[in-house]
């Protein structure tokens, strides 16, 4: 099956309008340059109702957006039109979260005229100020008026905290006679390392699906995307993804697994992919993206254990930083990866664009050129093949490089 | 009971000798000026048989010299005299190990005249390197020569590695109407995230303990003070605690539990406290000890996992280092803590020297003085308070900040 890349974001599938603009949510005398004319308000809507399948944070602590939103979506049987979402201020910590993040689904509700628990509500940013909700009041109407079947980018910008680069990702495929689309954006920087689910992701698609196997295909592929991603071993109490299908690509409805479902879930781990990559690479102070790749365990879960292990090592990403090819921290993180390995017969090879290397073989080092390595990690995206020659499982990991500019930036967050 | 700090370290119990020099098991073309000059190998020896327990890492991946120590206490029912340890080289995930391993402890065998199985190795430094046995074949004879009963000095700075300062404690107490010593050394500074053990750690007794209690008591404070350090989440290949008793106090050997033994233990105790604190303290690249005291837990697991994910998190040191009130990121890592909790029910304070602040009341953010939290956060030795009002148990844990230093440090370490 083939999916085409296209443009369009969270607009790409048929039937979704976004806008998204400056509101002033902190107070542009706390503005640093950098975030000054950045949109921090957004809103997504859909032409028709959808079939919502959402994955929230593991962590106790939860955000009040999420809480929120998890309580909509209880109330509508997954049902949702529309989604509100802010950066710049997380709703988390704050006595009044709830109420505010309620406010902002009836401030969208009453604008739309639809019902409050179709609107979803999404925050990022500092944790434990209180949302000041007036500029959102003032905000509502002109994110409304503004809606467009190419406002994705507006949107995209909108979500953004330190996050450099904005996030879209979409694909197109044949179903049933029928071209189906699948869109998504994400946010994040730091404080990632997803426990099934991530930092806010929203994701749209004209195919239809039903309730059932939309939450079954998300939870299936956040296992193996945006859970195999870490920036810095943080996960957020705001951590959210949101997939709606309003199913105006006109194919029939899936409802059970087979061929159909196979073809959704492909393009959905295809969008989810590329955003975790972006996500990975996009990370706090990153230079450079490093993806572990895993193979030959006895089961997924191993091979997960073992490739986010080495993507979490402050070590070895000190050391990509570095651009020092030592593997002995990769083999350490193996080795305290929470999976039964047998060390002794572990290979690790080193590869990027620029060439491959093997630096370690039945769990110790071989003569390797240096100079080689150093040539090969030169490159901004780094690979790390483990392979455990314990059976024919894989799975891959997706981080960054530990440098100077991560604590830079953490060191002054919220000034 | 009165434990009166004194000099001395693992000298400082009776009958106890070491040595350190250099012996240049790096080519000096690769030494560092920090490291051309400081002593690389050491001796530690005891005027009799001791009792010996040991904790190692659950690393998967072993040190060699891990290894081996493990099989000579076992061949031995627990008893040891000689320890020799080296610095610059791990001697892990390398060929030939072991060999290299057992190699040392004959060396120091033969020139004591002692069996084998009665030394101890263990060896930190670069992981995955072959390492040179002629430089510590030389060295052997001068250790043996050179042991003194105040050595302790020399053979602390020979486990050095990236660490900044040596570390050394050492304490008196009367048992049985003896005066009893305990004293230790220890080593690192980065890969360290203990878990059943920590990086090197040397102790020594005069205090006559059976090897049943002298285990146990290892085993139990390794739990609350080693394994609630952390400087960057690096479990390492050869982390390793060994406790020595040889009973010259001529105390009645403590075979039971019951007073004396928890005066020794409490003595332990606070040797091994020094000493993590101590290590915290020195994380590489570090300018802040972090201090998380969690009490109100419902047992003490509870209050280890929340003292230690604080103390964890990338986000939050990162925020001590910019000495930025960040509480949401506390309230964060509490909420991802591996542990149930009430997070509406936590309050949270900072302190230091310079003062103490309410920052988060039942799980929200409270209205403080950012000047005066400012304040606090300048001193060198940040102490975040965690109360969860769902028990009596507590329990403490230790770390640093995240620095520039910590990501140079750790960009090119091997060269």
Redesign the interface.
């Known amino acids: 099956m083939d999916y085409k890349k296209i443009d369009g974001g969270i607009c790409a599938a048929k039937g979704f309008r976004a806008s998204g603009t400056y509101c002033g949510i902190k107070k542009s005398a706390d503005d640093t340059p950098e975030t000054k004319h950045k949109n921090d308000v957004c809103l997504l809507v859909s032409d028709g109702l959808c079939n919502t399948a959402a994955v929230y944070t593991?962590?106790?602590?939860?955000g009040a957006p999420l809480l929120v939103t998890k309580a909509n979506l209880e109330e509508s049987g997954g049902k949702a039109i529309a989604v509100i979402a802010n950066s710049k201020n997380?709703n988390?910590?704050?006595?009044d979260g709830v109420e505010k993040a309620e406010r902002m689904c009836e401030l969208v509700a009453d604008e739309l005229l639809i019902e409050k628990e179709h609107v979803l509500v999404a925050s990022t940013g500092?944790?434990?100020?209180?949302l000041p909700i007036e500029p959102i009041e003032k905000a509502v109407p002109t994110l409304v008026k503004e809606l467009s079947y190419t406002g994705n980018r507006e949107a995209a910008t909108a979500i953004m905290t330190t996050d450099t680069v904005k996030k879209e990702y979409a694909v197109e495929f044949e179903l049933d006679g029928k071209t189906c689309r699948i869109g998504g954006m994400a946010k994040g920087s730091?404080?990632i390392?997803p426990?099934m689910a991530t930092t806010l992701n929203f994701i749209t698609t004209d195919c239809a699906v039903s309730a059932k196997l939309l939450q079954r295909a998300l939870s299936d592929v956040v296992k193996v995307t945006y859970n195999c991603l870490s920036i810095?071993?943080?996960?957020?109490?705001n951590d959210m993804v949101i997939l709606m299908s309003n199913g105006l690509a006109e194919n029939a409805e899936i409802e059970h697994f087979g061929d159909e479902y196979k073809v959704f879930k492909d393009a959905l781990y295809e969008v989810m992919k590329e955003l975790t990559k972006m996500l990975a690479k996009d990370g706090e102070g990153a230079t450079k993206l490093i993806e572990c790749r895993c193979e030959g365990a006895p089961n997924t879960d191993t091979a997960i254990a073992v490739a986010k292990s080495v993507i979490?090592?402050?070590?070895f990403k000190?050391?990509v930083?570095?651009e020092?090819a030592?593997?002995?921290?990769i083999?350490?993180?193996?080795?305290?990866?929470d999976a039964d390995?047998d060390?002794e017969k572990v290979d690790v090879e080193l590869e990027s664009e620029y060439g491959k290397i093997l630096v370690?073989e039945y769990?110790?080092?071989v003569d390797f050129s240096e100079d080689e390595a150093a040539e090969i990690l030169k490159s901004d995206e780094i690979i790390v093949n483990v392979s455990l020659y314990d059976g024919y499982c894989k799975a891959t990991a997706w981080g960054c490089d530990?440098?100077?500019d991560?604590?830079?930036?953490?060191?002054?967050?919220?000034?």
Chains 1, 2 share one sequence.
């Open positions: 593991q962590n106790k602590v939860k997380a988390t910590c704050n006595a500092v944790i434990g100020q209180v730091g404080m390392h426990n810095d071993g943080d996960t957020s109490t979490c090592s402050n070590l000190c050391a930083f570095g020092d030592n593997w002995g921290r083999l350490c993180a193996i080795g305290y990866a390995i060390i370690c769990g110790a080092g530990l440098t100077y991560y604590v830079k930036i953490n060191g002054d967050y919220r000034t």
